[in-house]
Every structure is written in structure tokens, then in C-alpha cells.
């Protein structure tokens, strides 16, 4: 049963970096067919996709977050990890790691989710 | 790359049947048959029930439906249900490896 979970501080001031990490048991992260990926839902509202990353360590990001937003993989470690640097208040959401099927456009297995709040 | 429309909210009768919208572009739901649904109770993860447009995972209910016209896609739940209570999320490909979510749409079942 593969299972995702996200860890990280709960709490960033503004102007920090928010630095989140997924660990992946139950799978390897190394195989061919799977993106493994960072969305996020504001507290009331709708998901947005920040990016996704491929275990060769190939890339995506949302046009909106690119310029401030780096995921990387560490496939020693099975895991996965996210980066979003000079925060706001409006960055404060539920962080949710998922998998999402190679060249497939859906995810299929989310993360528990962790809350991030940026305040100082 | 603009989020998906959809409606803020929907609401029915047990036994009834809903159809939650979402609206997109030529570039992303237009483009590709690859919308896919998700079902989120309060305080949960979403929950992949529509992929490719209309297809379901293994184990989520036939009442269920998903179908694509154009740039805009529809889910369908028919024989509505108190559990069926919850939001629900539209999200297509956009391609380059991007996606693309909607808005959100809180079902409340009456």
C-alpha cells in the first residue's frame, strides 16, 4: 500500500523559504511511471499545482510559482521535496505530495497534507 | 494558464441526480481527454474518482460520470447520497507536463 507523507515546519515568516519534504513508502520513487508531485489548497479554497518532478530529477512548475519554486528528489532516500522561497501570506495553505501517473495528467494518491502558515 | 471554472456550489435531493460543471480552455480541456475528478471531505485528502474524462478507479461507485464537450467537462452523480456530501475538484492537463485545477464545488446534499 503505497503511502505518502509530507513533514516540515507549520509556521514561516514572510520573506522565508517554506521547505517541505514527502517520504514514500510502500513503492519506489525510482520507477519509470510515476511523476511525484506538490499541490496546495489556501484554507476555503480550490487545489493549485505547484510542480511536479521525475525520478531522472526533470522538472515542472506552475508558470505563477516558477520563478520562486524549486522540488527536488532524493531517490537514496525515497523521498521528495519542495522549496518556496521569499513567502507571503497568501502562500499559507495545506501542502499535499501526490503521485501522479507518467504522461498521465490525474493523481492518483495524495499525501495527508500539512498546514503551512506564513506569519510572523 | 488560468484555473478551471466551476461552480461554487451545487445542491440535491437523495435519490437525485447532480452535474457539477467545469470549464476550461483550448489549451488544456480542449485540448486533451485527460480532465480528471476529485472528491474531498472536509478535513481529507482528495480522492481520485474520474481520470481520462469519464473512466473510474477500481472500487468507486458506477453512480458516478464524467463526460467532455468542447473545452468544458461535467460529472455526473446519480442517486445521490448523504455521503456523496463534499467538494469536488475538475483538473486537466495542460500540456508540458503541467496541470491545471478547478475552483472547487461544494455539494450539499439536502
Known amino acids: 500500500q503505497l503511502q505518502l507523507q509530507e513533514s516540515g515546519p507549520g509556521l514561516v515568516k514572510p520573506s522565508e523559504t517554506l521547505s517541505l519534504t514527502c517520504t514514500v513508502s510502500g513503492g519506489s520513487i525510482s520507477g519509470s511511471t510515476y511523476y511525484w508531485g506538490w499541490i496546495r489548497q489556501p484554507p476555503g479554497k480550490g487545489l493549485e499545482w505547484i510542480g511536479s518532478?521525475?525520478?531522472?530529477?526533470?522538472?515542472y512548475y506552475t508558470p505563477s510559482l516558477k520563478s520562486r519554486v524549486t522540488i527536488s528528489v532524493d531517490t537514496s532516500k525515497n523521498q521528495f521535496s519542495l522549496r518556496l522561497s521569499s513567502v507571503t501570506a497568501t502562500d499559507t495553505a495545506v501542502y499535499y505530495c501526490?503521485?501522479?501517473?507518467?504522461?498521465?495528467?490525474?493523481?492518483?494518491?495524495w499525501g495527508l497534507g500539512t498546514l503551512v502558515t506564513v506569519s510572523s | 494558464q488560468s484555473a478551471l471554472t466551476q461552480p461554487a456550489s451545487v445542491s440535491g435531493s437523495p435519490g437525485q441526480s447532480i452535474t457539477i460543471s467545469c470549464t476550461g480552455t483550448?489549451?488544456?480541456?480542449?485540448?486533451?481527454?485527460?480532465v480528471s475528478w476529485y472528491q474531498q471531505h472536509p478535513g481529507k485528502a482528495p480522492k481520485l474518482i474520474i481520470y481520462?474524462?469519464?473512466r473510474r478507479p477500481s472500487g468507486v461507485s458506477n453512480r458516478f460520470s464524467g463526460s467532455k464537450s468542447g473545452n468544458s467537462a461535467s460529472l455526473t452523480i446519480s442517486g445521490l447520497q448523504a455521503e456523496d456530501e463534499a467538494d469536488y475538484h475538475c483538473?486537466?492537463?495542460?500540456?508540458?507536463?503541467?496541470?491545471?485545477f478547478g475552483g472547487g464545488t461544494k455539494l450539499t446534499v439536502l
Open positions: 481520462e474524462g469519464s
Open positions: 501526490a503521485r501522479l501517473p507518467y504522461s498521465s495528467g490525474w493523481v492518483d494518491s
Open positions: 483550448s489549451s488544456d480541456v480542449g485540448s486533451y481527454n485527460l
Open positions: 483538473c486537466s492537463y495542460a500540456g508540458s507536463s503541467t496541470l491545471v
Open positions: 518532478i521525475y525520478y531522472s530529477g526533470s522538472t
